[in-house]
């Protein structure tokens, strides 16, 4: 089953560059045929709104030269003009050039599967053409599977229109999508900082994609008799922990380490873990996914038999789900230099404390009425930040339902 994979914007397009050097290394990868064709060239379109980043996507060898998509000017960190785009003429093509390479993409595959896409929160390009792009392919492929990658701000403030996007942009990821991987810039940046004075955007984006591939790429678990990959990882990952509807943020902790046990990276692992709110209540989590690494001696199994019990704590696992514990094992660790990995992907109520801060500062601008005069100005209405506001408040009630 094939996968084809959408990177929006300029974030979204520079976390596919590690993301990918990663992905081509891998032998399943090339066998299976299910995020690359036959001649070895990705499953995966690129769009931008401006062409700096995506002159540096066309120098890739594996890329399909036709499957870059690139207007000629930006979109101003506005939610709005990304959405709607320019008014002029001639320059509003970004949407249906996207379609028609998505069009041939599938086409392409034996067995298309779904979508996933890479985009910010807060950038003009991944939150308005990002959101804009969910609709029209659940439109377009409504049986299909639909995974977004979004990536968060730093909450210290990127740009003073973040907090509007990322409020708007949220609410269509949940209205359209089957999955949110979450990813929270503050978080990357605090824990590559306990291990270097200074953070570059290329090693936030190394730390990124790396977390991706500990989830996306294929594994001995999902594989078959014969020894091949069939791609399920992600769509087997988004049933795993995301069956309810209501409940579909999921975040991913992400290690890598040589000649260290399992028992003790798991424990370095449950050390950087956000475990309570600020009143001090622990957060809970619905379902998880552990996907062990580098395991060639076949051991994670018989590790995780002491380990249990200490994860579950560590997550404070919902008493209502009998198995918050998938768990999925390679014999090679292709996520990085290091020659093991663990990722656990987590559906946590602790996306929560993210979406009410959101939601205050976003209610908090638009009851002054900062800036909105942008947003009029290219499309958008009382009622998109009326429905999103409700779509985030939904979320939050939802997660604090599950939990009880």
């Not at 000649?259 to 309570?276: D, F, I, T, V």
Request: charged share 20%; aromatic share 8%; hydrophobic share 35%.
């Amino acid at each position: 089953m094939s996968t084809v994979f959408l990177h929006v914007g300029q974030c979204g397009n520079q976390v596919s560059l590690p993301f990918w050097k990663r992905t081509v290394r891998d032998e399943n990868v090339k066998n299976s045929r299910t995020f690359l064709h036959a001649d070895e060239l990705q499953r995966s379109v690129h769009i931008d709104s401006e062409p700096k980043v995506i002159a540096k996507i066309a120098k890739t060898s594996s890329v399909r030269k036709k499957n870059l998509v690139c207007g000629k000017r930006g979109r101003g960190t506005n939610w709005a003009l990304g959405y709607h785009g320019l008014l002029k003429k001639g320059e509003d093509h970004i949407v249906e050039d996207t379609m028609e390479i998505l069009r041939k993409e599938t086409e392409r595959c034996d067995s298309f599967s779904g979508c996933v896409l890479m985009h910010s929160l807060s950038g003009g390009t991944g939150s308005g053409l990002g959101s804009r792009l969910c609709e029209t392919i659940r439109d377009e492929y409504p049986m299909s599977h639909l995974l977004s990658c979004s990536f968060a701000p730093c909450q210290s403030g990127e740009s003073p229109l973040q907090h509007y996007n990322s409020l708007l942009t949220t609410a269509y990821l949940n209205r359209y999508t089957d999955c949110n991987i979450l990813t929270h810039n503050d978080n990357i940046l605090e824990r590559l900082q306990k291990k270097m004075e200074t953070v570059s955007f290329n090693q936030m984006n190394e730390n990124i994609a790396a977390a991706l591939c500990g989830v996306f790429l294929p594994t001995d678990t999902l594989t078959t008799k014969s020894g091949a990959s069939i791609g399920m990882e992600p769509w087997e990952m988004v049933r795993s922990l995301c069956p309810n509807p209501g409940n579909k943020v999921i975040q991913i902790n992400h290690i890598a380490r040589s000649k260290l046990s399992w028992e003790a990276m798991m424990g370095q692992l449950l050390l950087g873990l956000h475990r309570y709110d600020r009143e001090g209540k622990p957060y809970k989590s619905l379902a998880n996914l552990i996907v062990a690494r580098g395991d060639s001696t076949d051991s994670f199994h018989s590790a995780m038999k002491t380990l249990e019990k200490k994860v579950k704590n560590a997550y404070s696992c919902v008493p209502w789900n009998p198995f918050p514990l998938d768990i999925w094992t390679a014999r090679n660790n292709l996520t990085g230099s290091k020659s093991a990995s663990l990722t656990v992907a987590s559906n946590s109520s602790s996306v929560t404390d993210y979406l009410e801060f959101l939601l205050s500062r976003s209610q908090t601008m638009y009851k002054a009425g900062a800036y909105l005069h942008w947003y009029w100005r290219y499309g958008a209405t009382e009622e998109d930040f009326n429905e999103a506001m409700e779509e985030i408040s939904s979320i939050i009630d939802n997660y604090k339902e599950a939990v009880k």
